[in-house]
């Protein structure tokens, strides 16, 4: 039984060690459940494991592969763990210094500022006229090391000035109040006999109010990246803006479709905007618009717009294949949200025409179609989302736009 | 219930064709006397396996239906007001005040929710199968109060007491979700988890000559393969079992004999609920 019990806890470690969150509580349920099911079948010990050690279909992969080795023969325990430490280690060691100490040396030897960039924030961004976007996938790295002191306190400023007050919506949960059109019959008797039970106050009922969540579609592609990497700034302050404010899911997405989500929950922005950069690997290439909101359709819309999401997707719709997925999958998009809102720099030039077969595809789905290309367009963003105009703008916008 | 094989033909007894896997959790869970969280896509059999379990148990099922905006009210308890304020009125008319006092916050005066009548039912000795179903449906607000019903069995009352059940009589809990969002850690960690997954081709078919008998074999035996060849294919919704009972149910009802496209074509509405799906299926089926 010792033997067991020494082979469960470590067996627990590994799985812990491979990201899954197992309390001591859970090994203790596990070897009940083993005395429970018995020994004798693989399979019974594996699905009673399972049952108390994973808590997603997402662990199961790695709970799969982890039992296949451990259990086929306990004396390979060694050997398993050379096989999953490195994995462990790697992980571990791709945990970049942050980048605060580049923001450090920086402090440190401010003649040595490497290259000139030009200062992000309040100055109007150029716009690259060359449109570095193709099909082909180039699978490399986000280039941070450009953000500079001077750039990023300029971003620093854009965030610290900007929130996002977003209209909140009435729930169907009720809370006691004094405006409601309902009468708390329950909550006026408790209070009556409180005092005595000779007057009665009237409590009412009203709807507790919410603030939606926002989902947001980042387009990171070659022609989209300087915004993207600006948005990310401002994506974490959202993220990070309390319990009061939306709750946020951010999406990344060139040629695949990256969930971000949890790296921008890291308390620190430098510590965060790493994570994300070793998450995703297509910053700067091609971008394929339809097949990546196909992918947040099929395996993310029912998951994370359940609750009358807001959608936010920033892209300039400069994509080369429609062939119709596009459209589709903007008009399933539309369908599951209350309110698609369109970021899109190109907004800002007076002369843009919905001429990019992508823009014309995508254009007759959304709510709303606004520019974001510096502070001023961030605040109207805003300024929006407080209205609590849900999918009423339609013409406004149109008409703004046709108006350019 | 002492081994998973007697889980199994239980089971079995009662309609259920259940795989090895989801026979240990629920042998695990009648033992251990932990709630069952099930996950899975829709129609794959999750709010069956807690109908099942009532039969093959022989004990009552309590069901609670989660949706958003889901309190305590609809889901625990309420405190009959009107009959309250009555009982106060009445009191008066007759100059008796003191009873009042005693037993205006009394079991009298409440009504019993689905988790309160689950643990009360337990109380009494014949505890029953409770089925959380949906839970993704209800907000997190009641996910939280949900913690202490599922890891202690008992609710508590401001006005009247704690109610618990004992440890040898607990209802049996079944939770089920369709994972339109993730349930807290902390409500999972109370429980013991599965994902119900689409059956085999060998256990669909079987659950489909089970559930729908009068379906002709040979013809059972094509809209199961046609099914499986369905969730291979790369549509916004894969069928469930509960379509695949649906559809053998039309076909019946049709008096088919084999699947051809003219009768595939007409029937694929209750496979397939989406009309981007019906139509790429159409178009791969001519």
């Known amino acids: ?404 | 219930m002492n081994t998973i094989d007697s889980v199994t033909t239980g089971l079995e007894r009662a309609g259920y064709i259940a795989d090895r896997q989801l026979a240990t959790v629920i042998f695990l869970a009648l033992k251990m006397g932990r709630p069952l969280f099930l996950e899975g896509e829709a129609g794959v059999g999750k709010t069956e396996v807690a109908k099942v379990l009532a039969a093959m148990l022989d004990r009552p099922l309590i069901r609670l239906q989660c949706y958003e905006g889901l309190d305590l009210n609809s889901a625990a308890y309420e405190w009959n007001a009107a009959k309250q304020m009555m009982a106060i009125r009445l009191a008066e008319a007759r100059g008796d005040a003191t009873s009042v006092e005693r037993n205006i916050y009394s079991r009298d005066y409440l009504t019993a929710r689905p988790l309160l009548q689950a643990l009360e039912l337990a109380q009494a000795g014949t505890p029953p199968v409770l089925l959380i179903d949906e839970l993704d449906r209800a907000d997190e607000p009641f996910e939280a109060f949900l913690l202490e019903v599922l890891s202690d069995f008992q609710l508590t009352i401001p006005e009247l007491g704690t109610v618990a059940a004992s440890a040898n009589a607990r209802p049996v809990v079944v939770v089920t979700s369709n994972r339109t969002r993730e349930i807290h850690d902390a409500l999972k960690r109370r429980c013991l988890y599965h994902w119900v997954d689409y059956p085999d081709i060998e256990r669909e078919w079987k659950i489909v000559t089970t559930r729908a008998p009068e379906i002709p074999e040979a013809l059972s035996r094509e809209v199961v393969a046609f099914v499986q060849r369905l969730r291979r294919m790369d549509l916004f919704k894969a069928p469930g079992i509960a379509e695949t009972l649906d559809w053998s149910r039309a076909l019946t009802a049709l008096d088919a004999m084999t699947l051809d496209p003219a009768t595939v074509d007409a029937t694929l509405g209750a496979l397939l609920k989406y009309q981007e799906d019906i139509q790429k299926v159409r178009a791969g089926n001519n």
């Open chain 1, 1 to 404: 039984m010792t033997h067991l019990a020494n082979n469960i806890v470590h067996f627990a470690r590994i799985l812990r060690a491979s990201g899954l969150s197992i309390g001591p509580d859970r090994v203790q349920d596990a070897l009940y459940a083993l005395t429970l099911s018995g020994l004798d079948h693989r399979d019974d010990v594996k699905a009673a494991l399972a049952a108390v050690l994973t808590k997603s279909i997402a662990d199961r992969p790695i709970f799969d592969e982890a039992f296949r080795i451990f259990w086929r023969d306990p004396d390979l325990e060694s050997k398993v763990r050379a096989m999953l430490l490195p994995q462990v280690e790697s992980r571990a060691g791709q945990q970049k210094a942050p980048m605060a100490n580049r923001r450090l040396a920086a402090a440190f030897f401010p003649h040595a500022a490497a290259k000139p960039v030009a200062p992000m924030g309040t100055q109007e961004i150029q716009f690259d006229a060359a449109l570095t976007f193709s099909p082909e996938e180039r699978l490399r790295r986000a280039d941070f090391d450009t953000m500079t002191t001077e750039e990023w306190a300029e971003a620093r400023k854009l965030v610290a000035r900007l929130r996002l007050p977003m209209a909140e919506i009435a729930t169907r949960r009720f809370v006691s109040g004094t405006r409601g059109t309902h009468l708390d019959f329950a909550a006026s008797l408790r209070q009556s006999l409180r005092n005595g039970g000779d007057v009665w106050p009237l409590i009412r009922r009203q709807p507790r109010t919410r603030v939606p969540p926002l989902v947001v579609l980042a387009d990171v592609s070659g022609s989209m990246e300087r915004y993207t990497r600006m948005l990310l700034y401002f994506l974490h302050a959202i993220s990070n803006a309390g319990s009061r404010a939306s709750r946020v899911e951010t999406f990344l997405f060139g040629t695949r479709l990256t969930r971000i989500t949890r790296e921008l929950h890291h308390r620190d922005i430098d510590q965060a905007v790493a994570k994300v950069e070793d998450r995703v690997s297509d910053w700067g290439g091609g971008t394929r618009i339809g097949p990546c909101l196909k992918s947040f359709n099929y395996e993310w819309s029912r998951r994370v717009l359940a609750q009358r999401a807001t959608v936010l997707l920033i892209t300039d719709g400069l994509d080369r294949d429609d062939g119709g997925v596009l459209a589709a999958e903007m008009a399933r998009l539309k369908r599951a949200t209350p309110q698609l809102i369109w970021l899109n720099p190109l907004l800002r030039y007076e002369g843009f025409e919905a001429k990019p077969a992508g823009v014309r595809a995508m254009l007759p789905y959304v709510d709303r179609f606004l520019p974001v290309h510096n502070i001023a367009s961030l605040t109207e963003l805003g300024r929006v989302l407080a209205s609590n105009q849900r999918g009423t703008q339609h013409g406004t916008d149109r008409q703004l736009y046709a108006s350019r």
